[in-house]
């Protein structure tokens, strides 16, 4: 189990967050990329949400084509440097390599990605270039992976594009949410950088669309609007004790975590509540900053929890304790947070049940990782604009247009919550979308 001291400078908070995929040097990405098999009709490739064509890439780094592999993953996938960093490769593309069937490692699909893009990145290699204008306006809500990546599909098209995004800086939680050892601010913000100098698409950063009057304005302005505003802060858990200090939500908590690094200041006793991947994200984070004794709640038993096997891994392997089966009755403390009681439950036929029995863990912070909340109140300023009974936006899958046909849809307001990945495709699909429908008026 790993202990780590608290993190009191900017090299040592990078220390301990250090990459879980480091760069490859071109030797090791010689060598990987000559393990693959170049596979007929590839697993992997099928198993990639956005449908990179991986062997090709894989192939052209083998034969020294290096910006040739970062085009092929950028085609489909505009965000194809952070998703080869941030994505769950070993449920997608490794997960599906034929290697796993022969007790032989996978192709390490996510880091060969990350040779390529971050070479064209780096040497700001344009691949690139806006379509002629077609005299068309977009505007597009959020600037988080699903915004980026229709706004890019629509500039190759020929649409000027403007963001707005109530944030000051781009690509939403992949910066702001996504934990610091999968990818540095810097990676982010770089692709970023990268994309926005090639496509010239304009963001208007703390714009935040709030009002009807706002919305009226941009349905005048504009020929199609996208909505790729993602999801809320953290839901409430709905009892005694929410409001006292040191009780943070962990969307929250992380987000300040990757802006402010080494300044949060986290104490020695922690208490996460929840059983997903944010939950295992939080804990491990919150061990990385120092903390000695960080529990992890959930309120089922550890096979029933949301999150990936291998998160939950990595969360004990950074010194997490996990602790099932008990359900959060109230926060303790006067004025400041000191414990958390919770009922012990039962799963009954699948039904959660539990009775008189109760228990305590002192803490210093709790922090609460049970959802976000939905956009619902903003969502439902836009006429003929339905949400399903989960507060997602309704689309058609195949063009992510809206019930309102002007509105088109992306990212985790449609999808409830996924991957960058899932951002990515939405957001390229509903730009296509945007496209059709406008050329079919
Ligand atoms: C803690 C955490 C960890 C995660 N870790 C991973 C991971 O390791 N790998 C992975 O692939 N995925 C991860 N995800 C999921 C991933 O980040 C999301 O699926 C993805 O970012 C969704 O993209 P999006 O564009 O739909 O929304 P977002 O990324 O949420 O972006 C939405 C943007 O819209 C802006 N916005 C919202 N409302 C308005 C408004 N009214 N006006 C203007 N702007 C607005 C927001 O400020 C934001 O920038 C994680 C999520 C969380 C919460
Ligand atoms: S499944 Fe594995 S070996 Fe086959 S093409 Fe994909 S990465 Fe290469």
Not at 192 to 218: F, W
Request: negative net charge.
């Amino acid at each position: 189990m790993a202990e780590y001291k608290k993190p009191t400078t900017e090299q040592e908070y990078l220390d301990n967050f250090a990459q879980k995929k480091p760069l490859m040097n071109p030797t090791e990405a010689y060598y990987e990329s000559s393990r693959c098999l170049f596979c007929y009709d590839a697993p992997c490739m099928n198993a990639c949400p956005t449908g990179i064509d991986i062997p090709l890439f894989i192939k052209q780094i083998n034969t020294g084509n290096v910006k040739g592999a970062a085009k092929t993953i950028f085609d489909s996938n505009w965000i194809g440097n952070a998703c080869g960093k941030v994505c769950p490769t070993g449920v997608l593309c490794e997960g599906a390599c034929v290697y796993n069937g022969q007790d032989v490692p996978p192709l390490q699909i996510g880091r060969l990605q990350n040779f390529a893009t971050e070479q064209v990145i780096r040497e700001k290699t344009p691949l690139y270039a806006p379509g002629p204008d077609n005299g068309r306006q977009v505007a597009i809500v959020g600037a988080g992976p699903a915004g980026i990546a229709a706004a890019c599909e629509l500039r190759v098209m020929g649409y000027t594009v403007d963001i707005y995004e109530a944030k000051e800086k781009p690509s939403g939680l992949t910066v702001y949410g996504v934990a610091p050892y999968k990818i540095t601010n810097e990676e982010v913000l770089d692709e970023m950088e990268y994309l926005q100098n090639q496509m010239g698409y304009d963001i208007h950063y703390q714009s935040p669309i709030t009002t009807k009057e706002q919305i009226a304005d941009l349905e005048k302005r504009y020929d199609a609007i996208f909505l790729g505003v993602g999801l809320g802060p953290t839901a409430t858990l709905g009892i005694e004790g929410e409001n006292l200090e040191g009780v943070v939500g962990a969307v929250e908590f992380i987000e300040e975590l990757r802006m402010q690094k080494h300044k949060v200041e986290v104490p020695k006793n922690v208490v996460v509540i929840g059983g997903g991947n944010t939950a295992m994200d939080a804990a491990s984070e919150s061990a990385r900053m120092g903390a000695e004794n960080v529990y992890l709640v959930y309120r089922r038993s550890k096979d029933r929890m949301g999150a990936y096997g291998f998160e939950y891994e990595l969360a004990v392997k950074s010194g997490v304790k996990g602790v099932f089966s008990a359900q959060p009755k109230a926060l303790l403390g006067e004025g400041k947070v000191n414990g958390v009681s919770f009922y012990r439950t039962k799963d009954v036929n699948g039904k959660l049940e539990y009775g008189d029995e109760t228990f305590t863990i002192d803490c210093d912070m709790v922090i609460k990782a049970t959802g976000q909340a939905k956009m619902g109140s903003f969502l439902q300023m836009i006429d003929g604009l339905e949400l399903d009974n989960r507060k997602r936006i309704k689309v058609n899958l195949e063009s992510y247009q809206t019930t309102n046909p002007k509105y088109f849809a992306g990212g985790d307001a449609v999808n409830g919550g996924a991957e960058v990945v899932n951002g990515a495709y939405e957001g390229k699909q509903a730009a296509k979308g945007i496209h059709a429908w406008l050329n079919a008026l």
